[in-house]
């Protein structure tokens, strides 16, 4: 199970932008110099971000973006739907008939790989930007 570069980058940039949405819209450029992400590729983020209103774009001398909810309202399983990352731990499709790697019968340990990935999809689901905000600004302490 891997999380790719796109989920994980924007889990990064909502976090970064979390903790400064109170002040101004943030900008991608300002952004991208903080975490080390490509600005191209904050901007192919961001639009699917904004299609599934997690953020909104502020345009404008001092445009930028902010959180469309409170940070505690975005839970990271609605940041990696939005990115269309899925956190999947077995190759087959839960639904189908077939088993596991094509064969007729899942795999002797599909129900172990089932089981952690409703674990982490629970994790994900109870996990907020706030929650990243404190966690981080507890460590710095």
Known sequence: ?????????????????????????????????????????LEQIFSKLRKKEIVQSVRGNQGGYVL???AKEIKLTNIFDAVDEKVKTVQCKKESKKGCNGKSTKCLT??????????????FEKKSLEDLIQDNTERRI
């Open 1 to 41: 199970m891997k999380l790719t570069s796109k989920g994980r980058y924007a889990v990064m940039a909502l976090v970064d932008l979390a903790r400064f949405n109170n002040i101004n819209p943030v900008s991608l450029r300002d952004i991208s110099l903080r975490q080390g992400i490509s600005l191209d590729y």
């Open 68 to 70: 469309s909810k409170k």
């Open 110 to 123: 599909h129900n172990l790989w089932d089981e952690l990935e409703n674990h982490i999809n629970d994790f």
